[in-house]
C-alpha cells in the first residue's frame, strides 16, 4: 500500500474519473479553449468539399492553421459531417487520453515495480484541470501529447532494449513524433529530439563521446523520419504554396517576433516571461498545484539519491521547458506533454509528500464546491433571476453536492485519508461544474423544435464573441443559414431589429424587449454569456449574477430587408 492510497481507493478514484470524463463530454459548456471553433468549421467545410485536402475555411486567415490530422480525424468521426454532434467530434479525444495515461501506467508501473504506483501517476494525470480542459474537447493537445509521450513512455518501459536498439526503436519513435507534428506542428520535434538527446546523454552516463559514437545518429533518424511524416502534407495538400505561408511562416515563425517591447524585456517581463512560462506550467496542474510544487522540492531535497527514471522525467521536462522558453510567445500550453511526467514524480514521492499541499487542494475544493452550491441554490430559489421556477436542479444534483462537501470536509479533518481524498475531489469538482449548468442543456437553454423547423433554411443572424462562434449555433439550429454580427451588440435590440430580417438578439433576465409593431419573436432561450468586462466580473462577485452571467436570447422577425449575398464583414469571420 502507499499511504492511504489502497487498492479500494484506487478502482473507486478510476471509476469516479472515466465517470467525470465522459459526463457531459457533449455538454456546451464544457472547459474548453476557444479554438474548438475553428477548428469545427473547418472540419465542416473541408468535409462538405468532399475531399481530405486541401483543408477549408471561410475565416480570414484561418485554414491551414494546423496540420490536417485533426482534421481528419473529426470528418471520419463525424461520419463526413453527417453526424454532427459535440460527442461525436470530441469522442476521439477522450480515447487519446485515455490511451495515454494507460501507457503512463504501463510505464511508471514498470520502472518503478508496483503496479499501484503507476496507476496513482495515471490518475493524478487526469485529475490536473489541464488534461481535463484540453483532454476533452475537440482540441489537437490529445493526439500531440499521446504521440510525443509515446516514445519516452517506451524508453521508460523497455529501459536498456529500448536505449540499445539501433533500428527498431528509432523507426517507431520516428513515426510516433511524425504523428504528433502532423497533429500539431514541425516546431514540437526541437523540444522532442532535444529531450531524447539528454535522455541518451544521461544513459551513458553523461559520456558526449559515447552518446556522439552510439546515439547521435538515431536521434537524427528520429528527427529525420518524423519531419517526413510532416512533409506528407505538402506532398498530398494540391496547394503546398499556402501551407507555407499560412502554418510555417504565419503560424510559426510569427511566435518569435517581440509582442510588446522587445525579445529581451519580453523574456525577463510581462505576461510571455519566462517567469510566466514557469508558473502557468505549474498551474496546469490546477488544484493539484501546490502538491505540484511540494513534490518538486522533496524531488530536490532527494536530489542525491535520485533513480536513473526519476532523472529521465525531470529532464524531458527541462527539455521542453527551455525550448518553449524561446519564442515570444510563451504559454504553458505548450508544456502539456510534459504534464504526465510531473504526474508521475507526484506518484513517486506520494507517500513522503507533506499534507499541507492536499490540504491546500481540499480547501480549494470546498470553496469551489460551496460557491456552487450558493449560486446553484439561489438560481433554483430564483434570487438572481428574479423569475421563479425557470432553473431547476434534479434532486440528485443537491445529493452529489451534499456528498462532495462532506467527503472534502472528512479529507481536511482525517489526515489519514486526506491524500486520497484529495485526489477524489478534482473530479467530484470537475463533475459539479457540469452538474452545475445542466439546466441550460436542456430546454431551458434551447430553442423548441419548432423554431428549429420553422428557421431552417432561413438567414439568421447571430452574436460572435470569438472567430467561428457560430459553430455552436448550427448546434442550436441545425438547417438554418447562419451570419454573425459583434456580440457586444446583442443587447442594441432597436438598431439589430431595423437591420437583420431575423436576427438573435439579448437582454438581462426579467427584462423583456422593447419590440416594433412589426417585430415577432420566434424563439427563446437562455444563454450563459462569456468574455465579460472587468466592470462586469466586479459585479457578478457581488451578487449580479441575473444581469451579466446570464441572458435571456430572443429570435426577432424583422420587417428589415437586406440584400443577399451579403457584402461586408461577417463578425464570426
Request: net charge positive; with cysteine.
Amino acid at each position: 500500500m502507499r499511504g492511504s492510497f489502497t487498492y479500494r481507493n484506487a478502482i473507486f478514484i478510476l471509476l469516479l474519473g472515466v465517470f467525470t470524463y465522459l459526463y457531459g463530454l457533449d455538454s456546451r459548456f464544457a472547459p474548453k479553449n476557444g479554438d474548438e471553433y475553428p477548428y469545427m468549421h473547418i472540419v465542416r467545410m473541408t468535409a462538405d468539399a468532399g475531399a481530405w485536402l486541401p483543408l477549408q475555411s471561410e475565416m480570414d486567415g484561418i485554414k491551414n492553421t494546423k496540420p490536417p490530422l485533426i482534421f481528419w480525424e473529426g470528418i471520419a468521426s463525424t461520419d463526413w459531417g453527417s453526424s454532427w454532434t459535440l460527442f461525436a467530434l470530441r469522442w476521439p479525444s477522450v480515447v487519446y487520453t485515455g490511451l495515454t495515461a494507460l501507457f503512463l501506467f504501463l510505464a511508471v508501473s514498470r520502472f518503478s515495480g508496483n503496479r499501484q504506483t503507476g496507476l496513482l501517476a495515471s490518475l493524478v494525470w487526469l485529475s490536473f484541470f489541464a488534461t481535463y480542459r484540453y483532454g476533452r474537447p475537440f482540441l489537437t493537445d490529445p493526439p500531440e501529447v499521446f504521440w510525443l509521450s509515446l516514445p519516452f513512455f517506451a524508453l521508460l518501459y523497455w529501459g536498456r532494449a529500448a536505449f540499445e536498439s539501433k533500428l527498431l526503436f528509432p523507426v517507431l519513435a520516428g513515426a510516433s513524433f511524425g504523428m504528433a507534428l502532423l497533429s500539431k506542428s514541425f516546431a514540437y520535434i526541437v523540444p522532442a529530439a532535444f529531450a531524447l538527446g539528454l535522455f541518451y546523454w544521461r544513459w551513458r552516463e553523461w559520456s558526449i563521446p559515447k552518446v556522439l559514437l552510439q546515439d547521435l545518429y538515431k536521434v537524427l533518424l528520429i528527427a529525420i523520419l518524423a519531419l517526413g511524416v510532416f512533409a506528407l502534407w505538402f506532398v498530398l495538400d494540391p496547394f503546398p504554396e499556402a501551407v507555407w505561408k499560412e502554418f510555417v511562416l504565419g503560424e510559426n515563425a510569427g511566435k518569435f517576433e517581440a509582442r510588446s517591447s522587445n525579445y529581451v524585456l519580453d523574456l525577463v517581463r510581462g505576461g510571455d516571461s519566462v517567469w510566466m512560462l514557469a508558473l502557468t506550467t505549474l498551474a496546469n496542474a490546477g488544484l493539484f498545484t501546490f502538491v505540484l510544487i511540494t513534490a518538486l522540492i522533496q524531488c530536490w531535497r532527494e536530489r542525491r539519491f535520485m533513480s536513473l527514471e526519476e532523472s529521465l522525467l525531470l529532464l524531458l521536462i527541462l527539455a521542453f521547458f527551455i525550448v518553449f522558453s524561446l519564442p515570444s510567445q510563451r504559454s504553458g500550453r505548450y508544456l502539456l506533454p510534459v504534464m504526465p511526467a510531473f504526474a508521475a514524480v507526484i506518484a513517486l514521492y506520494w507517500d513522503r509528500l507533506p499534507v499541507w499541499g492536499f490540504r491546500i487542494a481540499l480547501l480549494l475544493q470546498l470553496l469551489l464546491l460551496a460557491a456552487l452550491v450558493w449560486v446553484g441554490g439561489n438560481l433554483q430559489l430564483s434570487n438572481f433571476l428574479g423569475q421563479s421556477g425557470i432553473w431547476s436542479y434534479s434532486p440528485w444534483h443537491w445529493v452529489f453536492m451534499g456528498t462532495a462537501i462532506v467527503l472534502v470536509l472528512l479529507g481536511l479533518f482525517n489526515r489519514e485519508r486526506t491524500k486520497a481524498i484529495a485526489l477524489a475531489g478534482c473530479f467530484l469538482c470537475y463533475c459539479a461544474l457540469t452538474s452545475g449548468l445542466s439546466p441550460l442543456e436542456g430546454a431551458l437553454g434551447r430553442y423548441s423544435q419548432a423554431t428549429i423547423q420553422g428557421l431552417a433554411g432561413k438567414d439568421v443572424w447571430v452574436p460572435c464573441d470569438y472567430r467561428a462562434k457560430d459553430e455552436e449555433y448550427r448546434l442550436l439550429l441545425p438547417g438554418a443559414i447562419l451570419h454573425g454580427y459583434l456580440a457586444k451588440d446583442a443587447s442594441q435590440i432597436n438598431l439589430l431589429t431595423s437591420t437583420y430580417p431575423i436576427v438573435a438578439v439579448q437582454s438581462a433576465i426579467g427584462v423583456e424587449p422593447t419590440l416594433c409593431d412589426s417585430c415577432k419573436i420566434v424563439g427563446k432561450r437562455m444563454e450563459m454569456r462569456a468574455r465579460h468586462s472587468d466592470a462586469e466580473i466586479q459585479a457578478i462577485l457581488r451578487g449580479h449574477i441575473g444581469e451579466h452571467l446570464f441572458v435571456n436570447e430572443y429570435l426577432i422577425a424583422t420587417p428589415a430587408n437586406i440584400a443577399l449575398p451579403l457584402v461586408g464583414k461577417d463578425a464570426c469571420r
